[in-house]
């Protein structure tokens, strides 16, 4: 069943492809790792930014309490809609919207988005964990990936990591 979500998302949580905007025709490439337009960062201070709000030098939460600086975006595109992955956990109530070739930690590894799946485990910015309630698709606006010198980032709560290719060792 698909309907419009916030953010002007077209899910789906069936099986198939999720219907692209009436508008655009979706990037349907699962090697961008980048995060939708409205994507919420925690920048030092303790405020929120949405992702596309951000510019060079403003220190990002990466995890545990630590902030890094961004140093440069390897994504930054207002126009495009993409699919994405819409992953929600189950007590924290964290909703990440990311590409599917996009990794974060699932399970104590690093794991493409495109393979996370209900009951899996998947790490929260302060450190804790939450276990995904549920799994589905959305064509969103924007393409960001901003880098940090740290390496990681949270966003909407869910810590991964910034790198644009697969990392080594996964």
């Given at each position: 069943?698909?309907?419009?979500?916030?953010?002007?998302?077209?899910?789906?949580?069936?099986?198939?492809?999720?219907?692209?905007?009436?508008?655009?025709?979706?990037?349907?490439?699962?090697?961008s790792s980048c995060f939708p337009a409205h994507a919420q960062v925690t920048i030092f201070g303790g405020?929120?930014?949405?992702?596309?709000?951000?510019?060079?030098?403003?220190?990002?939460l990466v995890g545990g309490g630590q902030f890094s600086e961004v140093f440069m975006f390897t994504h930054?595109?207002?126009?495009?809609?993409?699919?994405?992955?819409?992953?929600?956990?189950?007590?924290?109530?964290?909703?990440?919207?990311?590409?599917?070739?996009?990794?974060?930690?699932?399970?104590?590894?690093?794991?493409?988005?495109?393979?996370?799946?209900?009951?899996?485990?998947?790490?929260?910015?302060?450190?804790?964990?939450?276990?995904?309630?549920?799994?589905?698709?959305?064509?969103?606006?924007?393409?960001?990936?901003?880098?940090?010198?740290?390496?990681?980032?949270?966003?909407?709560?869910?810590?991964?990591?910034?790198?644009?290719?697969?990392?080594?060792?996964?």
């Open positions: 069943t698909t309907g419009a979500s916030p953010g002007g998302a077209t899910p789906n949580t069936t099986a198939g492809s999720t219907a692209p905007s009436p508008s655009s025709t979706p990037s349907t490439s699962n090697s405020t929120t930014k949405r992702i596309d709000e951000l510019v060079l030098g403003d220190r990002v930054r595109s207002a126009d495009v809609a993409a699919d994405f992955v819409v992953i929600d956990a189950a007590v924290s109530g964290a909703r990440l919207r990311v590409t599917p070739g996009h990794y974060l930690y699932v399970n104590g590894a690093l794991t493409a988005a495109f393979a996370v799946v209900p009951g899996d485990v998947i790490e929260l910015g302060d450190g804790t964990v939450d276990t995904v309630e549920a799994v589905s698709s959305a064509v969103l606006q924007g393409l960001y990936n901003p880098q940090t010198l740290q390496g990681d980032i949270v966003v909407d709560g869910v810590r991964e990591i910034t790198a644009v290719d697969q990392p080594l060792g996964v």
